[in-house]
């Protein structure tokens, strides 16, 4: 039986975040993780000789500098390359290339729609605008609204004078935007079918949200809030892939002293006398300490991990009802060669963006209408990169591999569970999807790796497979997330605390929550922080 | 009938590898150097950059000045001219070096190529023809020639860009140290290779005669294409140059043959690369003045900033108090976010005795018009910002 000061649940990018940070404040701290590799959904794995895949998450745009700086990321390896912008592919023959020079870019939407292009600019600042009151409040712990404690009436005059420097006609914006679609958020500037679906597509990744169900207008926001190097709504690919983000946050830790320890998956934490005290591994081990941080997402902390009489009156209940529903699959594929796309320029820049299969508002909205049916959709929505066409590491030279995001695939079918053959036939549709724009597609395929909900959830604990820990939705953020009265990490057993993005701010490979979490800790222990604070570009 | 330009007179000259830069010059982004159109970038500067960082990039330096060098007294001259010590370039490699006036104010910076015992090559980025003409008085057995359009010149740097030379067919290639120089043949002529660059990562400099250039260009793009070959330009160079911490001229320092004011030029104790100056060989140009400096200590010193928060420091002051309201301290000659190092750094010259004060940068910087300013601490850093493993690996990994 060993002790520590503190023991961190899980090696995902946040969890090593909070490791790294404790570590650092000379804290003795341990991460166990269940699988044999770390970086939960941030990872790379090799499945096909040769091929790396970005199994989850696959491009990034949240993480903070400040913590990418303050941890010296960039010597412990990791580097994030901006990509250039996304090529829309309408229903038909149409399409919308985002070309990564503005002036490009304004005159191939005059293409579709002059008004529209115009529209792009407003929508644009405005967006940026929105964006601004909430990036500043990433790297911050949030008030508890009910509390009289100095530092939350601090924080909440800090915000309240934040927002009413918005000014009137703001505030109603903000409040509108909060509680709307995003489809009814883009008809306001927008008129082009493709434009809109193009503009509206980030508003349901990862959320069980069609683009026309209220809160997905938010959903748009968080997806074009982040930056790289200061540009905002840049996306960045990890050269290395997104393991490259674990692993550089590891090699900190490690640096610090923290002690990562894979296949050693956590069976309970262990409570006594209304405090956490230490964890028991599957295997049947003890270990104790002093906290426990559990960077699993809210549902399974307090739902498998914990005995429900050491929690207090009605938690459980909302860990059960925590709203975590799984909307997305994941089908990685490794290709012999480039794919070539139907009516794109054939140069040396085409892929080096993304592809996204957005179709229309109504392709999007039906792909929804068969999740709540409990099925995927023959025509999904599908976020498409190809990481090869960047980055010299992940795939053999002049090979390449496609990362599909694919919405919407639900975590339980309405005919009975997943099997290995329903999960053939789920890939199947996001081939045939392709082949459409990519005649010859298929050809090309050397491997594949298809991933349901049920699978991620099974691989990488994420229940439901919810990318984002949990749904981004009003009544799950800010200081309630992720449940009223548990804003600011510390849960309802004492010294237990939650780093994931169960948490404020929730989903995204940001860092963020692990940071803000170890913040947190360190003033409980009456440690100096060792969390930086934000130096986001001045706005 | 054929139609003369009325204005070629006036018009940018043309590199060797024009008729292929244009065509991916889609930004038609040019810029003018000793006299030729050189891109500062070609599709966008920050994306060139990252194919530096992470494939690999070509930059063409055709505009950059080449001296042949040639005779019984070709090391001599060059080493009464220059301040390091030219008897110990070995055969095939190519050195840095500095060269100043008798006051010991710095002309210029390049690089000596030695390719026979009386046979060497300088390359700078001025004219330096009168100068050389100069330095060449009293040596009997040394010509000078003006190269510079003959031969064709193309960096090649980046991760991949080992990689791309091997699958170019330049075989060995990979066991060339840094500052090494490999002969290939090449349709009948010979490619030059040189391990060494301006970006501080891993990297070679091809070096064709002009006729070959458009073929040198089609079969490394060729070889390049699966290795993320890129065309990169002026932007992508002075990132990449800065990380590396490497000097510019009209940036670091102000060539003292084109100094009006005589305190606004440097010398190579103030730059930082007294490293250059060497005192044990016979008589250099300016070693009178540059030993005294050495025993008085330079005025200015050149010093690697990390500066707080993420505004580049571009032409800040440097104060040693955080009201910024004494007398400045120093300034800064280059400054930028860096995005492979996720910091904010800077070049600065600063006043030696002050070296070891709190140093703070006032920053200006504007915003939809407004203006605004901050005040940043800035910690000196003593190694350059970016220094790869891989730039000085041999033999290098593919990426």
């Not at chain 1, 400040?66 to 580097?79: K, N, Q, T, V």
């Not at chain 1, 792009?120 to 509390?147: F, G, V």
């Amino acid at each position: 039986m060993s002790n520590y000061d503190a023991i961190v649940i899980g090696a995902g990018h946040n969890g090593l975040t909070n490791a790294a940070y404790l570590a650092k404040a000379g804290l003795n701290v341990v991460v166990l993780e269940k699988n044999d590799y770390i970086g939960g959904a941030a990872v790379t794995r090799e499945l096909q000789e040769g091929w790396h895949y970005s199994n989850c998450s696959y491009v990034c745009s949240m993480m903070r500098q400040a913590i990418h700086r303050d941890l010296d990321l960039a010597r412990h390896g990791l580097i994030l390359v901006p990509y250039l912008s996304t090529v829309n592919f309408g229903d038909g023959d149409e399409r919308l290339i985002g070309y990564h020079d503005a002036e490009a870019a304004h005159l191939e939407l005059k293409r579709l729609s002059p008004h529209d292009a115009d529209a792009m600019h407003r929508l644009e600042t405005d967006l940026t605008r929105y964006s601004q009151l909430i990036r500043k409040t990433l790297m911050r712990t949030p008030p508890e609204p009910t509390s009289f404690r100095p530092r939350d009436l601090m924080e909440m005059l800090w915000l309240a004078r934040k927002f009413w420097a918005l000014g009137e006609k703001e505030i109603y914006e903000y409040v509108r935007f909060f509680t709307m679609s995003a489809a009814e958020f883009l008809e306001d500037y927008f008129e082009h079918d493709l434009i809109k679906a193009a503009m509206a597509s980030p508003g349901i990744i990862g959320t069980a949200l069609g683009v026309y169900s209220p809160g997905s207008s938010y959903i748009l926001l968080h997806h074009v809030m982040g930056d790289v190097d200061g540009s905002i709504g840049a996306w960045g690919l990890a050269r290395g892939g997104m393991g490259a983000i674990s692993k550089s946050i590891a090699s900190a830790a490690q640096e610090f002293g923290a002690e990562i320890r894979t296949e050693a998956g956590v069976q309970q934490v262990l409570v006594k006398n209304g405090k956490a005290s230490g964890v028991v591994l599957e295997n049947g081990d003890e270990i104790t300490s002093r906290i426990v941080v559990s960077n699993l997402d809210a549902k399974r902390t307090f739902t498998r991990i914990m005995d429900k009489n050491d929690l207090p009156d009605g938690i459980y209940k909302r860990a059960k009802n925590f709203k975590i529903r799984g909307s997305s699959g994941k089908v990685n594929i490794a290709l012999s060669g480039m794919p070539k796309f139907t009516g794109l320029p054939d140069n040396r820049y085409a892929n080096r963006g993304g592809q996204t299969f957005s179709g229309s508002l109504e392709t999007m909205e039906r792909a929804y209408d068969c999740w709540k049916r409990g099925t995927w959709s023959d025509d999904p929505f599908i976020e498409s990169v190809i990481p090869s066409a960047w980055d010299p590491t992940v795939a053999p030279v002049g090979k390449h591999w496609m990362s599909n995001f694919v919405q919407y695939c639900p975590p339980k079918l309405a005919d009975g569970p997943w099997t290995p053959e329903k999960r053939d036939a789920f890939g199947e549709s996001v081939i045939s999807k392709i082949e459409r724009y990519s005649p010859g597609f298929r050809d090309l395929i050397v491997h594949m790796e298809v991933r349901t909900p049920h699978d991620i959830e099974n691989e990488i604990g994420l229940t439901e497979g919810n990318i984002f820990q949990g749904e981004l939705t009003i009544d799950q953020l800010f200081f309630n997330r992720p449940f009223p009265g548990y804003g600011q990490y510390r849960m309802p057993v004492k010294n237990m605390y939650m780093c994931g993005s169960s948490t404020h701010p929730g989903g995204g490979v940001s860092a963020v929550c692990g940071a803000n979490a170890a913040r947190e800790i360190l003033m409980d222990l009456r440690k100096p922080n060792t969390v930086p604070e934000d130096d986001f570009y001045d706005e | 009938m054929t139609t003369t330009d009325p204005y070629a007179g006036e018009r940018p000259k043309l590199t060797a590898f024009y008729p292929r830069a244009k065509e991916l010059n889609i930004r038609d982004a040019w810029q003018v150097w000793n006299g030729y159109k050189f891109a500062e970038c070609y599709y966008d500067g920050e994306y060139e950059y990252f194919c530096v960082r992470n494939t690999c990039g070509t930059y063409d330096i055709c505009p950059m000045q080449k001296y042949e060098i040639k005779g019984r007294n070709a090391e001599a001259m060059l080493n009464r001219m220059v301040t390091r010590d030219v008897k110990k370039i070995g055969l095939n490699r190519v050195a840095y070096c500095v060269w100043c006036t008798d006051e010991g104010r710095m002309i210029d910076d390049g690089t000596i190529f030695k390719l026979a015992n009386d046979r060497f090559m300088l390359t700078c980025g001025s004219p330096c023809t009168a100068w050389l003409r100069k330095a060449s008085f009293g040596f009997d057995d040394v010509t000078v020639t003006d190269v510079t359009d003959d031969i064709a010149a193309l960096a090649l740097q980046g991760p991949t860009s080992c990689a791309t030379l091997k699958k170019m067919g330049l075989g060995g290639i990979d066991t060339a140290k840094p500052f090494d120089i490999k002969f290939f043949p090449f349709h009948g002529e010979t490619l030059m290779v040189s391990r060494t660059g301006f970006t501080g990562d891993l990297g070679y400099e091809l070096w064709i005669p002009k006729e070959l250039a458009v073929q040198m260009w089609d079969e490394l793009y060729a070889a390049g294409e699966d290795y993320g070959i890129q065309p990169f330009g002026e932007t992508a160079t002075n990132m990449t140059r800065l990380e590396a911490a490497f000097i510019m001229p009209a940036m670091e320092f102000n060539e003292a043959l084109l100094t009006v004011n005589l305190n606004h030029d440097q010398t190579p104790f103030e730059l930082s690369l007294g490293w250059l100056v060497d005192f044990d060989k016979p008589h250099f140009s300016g070693r009178a003045a540059l030993l005294e400096e050495k025993k008085r200590g330079p005025k200015y010193t050149l010093t690697k900033l990390d500066i707080e928060g993420n505004k580049p420091a571009e032409e800040s002051y440097i104060y040693n108090d955080k009201r910024c309201k004494g007398k400045e301290v120093g300034y800064v000659t280059s400054a930028m976010w860096s995005p492979a190092v996720k910091a904010n750094i800077a070049l600065a010259m600063i006043k030696t005795e002050h070296l070891n004060d709190d140093l703070w940068a006032e920053i200006y910087y504007a915003k939809e018009l407004r203006q605004y300013s901050r005040v940043a601490k800035c910690t000196r850093k003593t190694k350059p910002f970016w220094t790869p493993p891989r730039a000085r690996a041999t033999p290098p990994a593919d990426y």
